[in-house]
């Protein structure tokens, strides 16, 4: 059955849950009128629940990325990315990959007090840690809920240094607080970038900010001498593979000198959300580009091996890393290694409180 595409969001439906074995769908046409259609006009309002988890650290397990340990202050994300490798997170749930990872919401409204109380146990070992590992932290609804503010308070009042990635300029909001972070070697900051095509971006990431608004972002996170990078991410080998020399300069115009690059992953029910999202808005590209995803994945459309899932492998991907090093080369990034600072650490409240009212003061 053919759907409608939904103004807003990334998937253009919700694939059955691998762990349930019950789930809603829309009747045939043929017997629809006898049957109450679960997405009324197809407008999906998002909803937001509590989440009532006691812990906030979550443990990485994998050698391709280089952090322990993240936080994520909410569950779903808002931003519709079409190919977020994160949507299966959402099965765990109870939830669907496609339109519940975008349109409910699992929020951690004491996210601040669970890091807080993470970092006043004496078994914590100071260590850099990625906010957010999974979905965007600063995802729309962090402009009322300002979770993501209320850690980053944490991390400067425990010194405790942090890693953001995200692809929202909302982080320009916290501007004073990364630059005491900053001050004493406690924060990184990376804007992910998927394409220059502002029409492409807003079919693919419909509710994240654009790509003009993230390279503002990136010039004021550099102007303010806070450590910025830029992932350009997934690379989507037949779409946007070849824009990496352009986005590369741009990086290098905005004064930001670090750059890296992710591949596509399609876990799960994330390759027929895309496949279909593919069909529905590049009919004409939607072969090509699929071959070309299967020629980086030995045929399939996804890999989960550890050491090729961010790269991916054959002559094409090494084609795309090739044409990433030559950009890198030519603008002269990727010269100076950043490390974060683990040697000032507060775990002491007496120590802490000497130094409380040195953060900044605005709500």
């Known amino acids: 059955m053919k759907q409608t ?4 969001r990334g998937a253009g439906f919700n694939p059955r849950n691998r762990f349930e074995q019950i789930s809603v769908e829309r009747a045939p046409d043929d017997i629809a009128e006898y049957f109450e259609d679960p997405e009324p006009d197809r407008k999906v309002l998002t909803k937001f629940y509590q989440d009532h988890t006691r812990s906030i650290l979550a443990k990485n397990e994998s050698p391709d990325v280089g952090f322990a340990y993240s936080i994520n202050p909410y569950r779903g994300c808002e931003h519709g990315c079409i190919y977020c490798y994160a949507r299966p997170s959402h099965e765990y749930l109870g939830f669907s990959s496609g339109l519940d990872f975008e349109s409910k919401i699992l929020v951690k409204q004491n996210a601040a007090a669970l890091l807080q109380a993470s970092f006043q146990q004496k078994s914590w070992i100071p260590q850099v840690i990625l906010l957010s590992g999974e979905t965007d932290c600063y995802q729309p609804v962090e402009r009322t809920l300002k979770l993501t503010r209320e850690c980053l308070k944490v991390f400067l ?5 942090v890693s953001i990635i995200t692809k929202n300029a909302l982080i320009q909001r916290d501007i004073d607080i990364l630059k005491e972070l900053a001050e004493r070697s406690l924060v990184s900051a990376t804007m992910s970038v998927t394409t220059l095509d502002e029409s492409l971006a807003r079919r693919m990431e419909p509710r994240t ?20 990078a830029v992932n350009i991410a997934p690379v989507i080998p037949g779409l946007n593979d070849h824009e990496i020399p352009q986005i590369v300069r741009r990086v290098s115009e905005c004064g930001v000198p670090r750059v890296n690059f992710s591949m596509l992953r399609l876990p799960y029910a994330v390759k027929d959300l895309f496949l279909d999202w593919l069909k529905r808005e590049l009919p004409d590209k939607a072969a090509k580009i699929e071959s070309r995803i299967r020629s980086v994945r030995d045929g399939k459309l996804t890999n989960s091996e550890f050491g090729k899932r961010m790269s991916g492998e054959g002559k094409i991907a090494e084609a795309i890393e090739q044409l990433f090093k030559s950009a890198v080369m030519r603008y002269g990034l990727n010269t100076m290694t950043l490390k974060l600072a683990t ?13 409380a009212d040195e953060g900044p003061s605005r709500a």
Do not use: H, M, W, Y
């Open 5 to 8: 595409p939904l103004c807003g």
């Open 157 to 161: 009042r425990f010194r405790n240094p």
């Open 209 to 228: 900010s654009s790509p003009t608004k993230r390279f503002e972002t990136l010039q004021v996170l550099a102007s303010n001498e806070i450590p910025v």
């Open 343 to 355: 040697n000032l650490f507060l775990r002491d409240r007496n120590q802490i409180g000497l130094f």
